[in-house]
């Protein structure tokens, strides 16, 4: 499997020892796979921004004491091309690459364009992790039967992972139709915690977490955070989270379950803007941190 070289890696790693793919525990894959955006396009440009602005992040985590990628190694993989793929063989080309990384042992950190893109990275971590928990960061439910007639919008991929039977905790929920809520009052594996319901509860984290099963798989959709942290998104939605509960949520998560694999979804680049792509570099390698942390203590 080819590893990208430094100037095209996440962080621009240069140290072969640390961003080849045999030697490497941890991997990035980019699936900039965008179909069906609904309202701002521009989501297909987000993992390579994301990469890009890497290159600014600093390899010291004061906070965690630690340069992470040199635990373990973290190699970068070309982005995968689609070609005419779209819909599920879009979704058949992500599940394939995936399940090839986690065959190799390797901990699966995914980029994607649109939401659609996570089912093809949940599915094959299921198949390997018994009792899976799917946790999502976002402001919208995205659990719609179909959007614009089509199964595999980028609104239904929960609905998708529902349909896998997979336990799954929402994160700052803000925007849905009745169809998605009538579906989360009557199902016992969907708990949604609303954005204005974790603004008046001191609890929600432990709550959220007490709903995770051991092994959890975390799905970051952009539009989870506020617009004031994450402008630039296909869907934005006022009322997000905010950058300190969500990292200290995540860490909490990662030190009390088994975090499998996670994905960062949906950001819309912008020409001559970098903060949205910089902060999501920044929050890919916080979370990669918290896992090595853990291994390590």
Known sequence: MRSLPASENFLGIEDSEFCE????RFVIQSAPYEHTSSYL???AKGPSAIIEASHYVEFYDEELDQESFRFGGLATLPAMEFGSKVDADAIALIEDNTRKLLDDGKFVISLGAEH??????V???????SNLSV???DAHSDLRQSYNDNIWSHASVMA????LGLNIVQIGIRAQCREESDLIKNSGNIHTYYAHNIRNDANWMDKAISDLTDN????IDADGFDPSVIPHVGTAEPNGLFW???IRFIEKVVQQKNVVGFDIVEVAPVDGYTLSEFTLAKLLYKILGFVVKKSNI
């Open 21 to 24: 793919y045999n030697s490497s």
């Open 41 to 43: 396009a521009g989501s």
């Open 116 to 121: 659609t893109v996570t089912f093809g990275f």
């Open 123 to 129: 599915k094959p971590h299921a198949e390997k992790y």
């Open 135 to 137: 946790l999502q960061i």
């Open 160 to 163: 998708r992972v529902n349909e």
């Open 216 to 219: 959890v798989y975390i799905t």
């Open 244 to 246: 300190n509960e969500t």
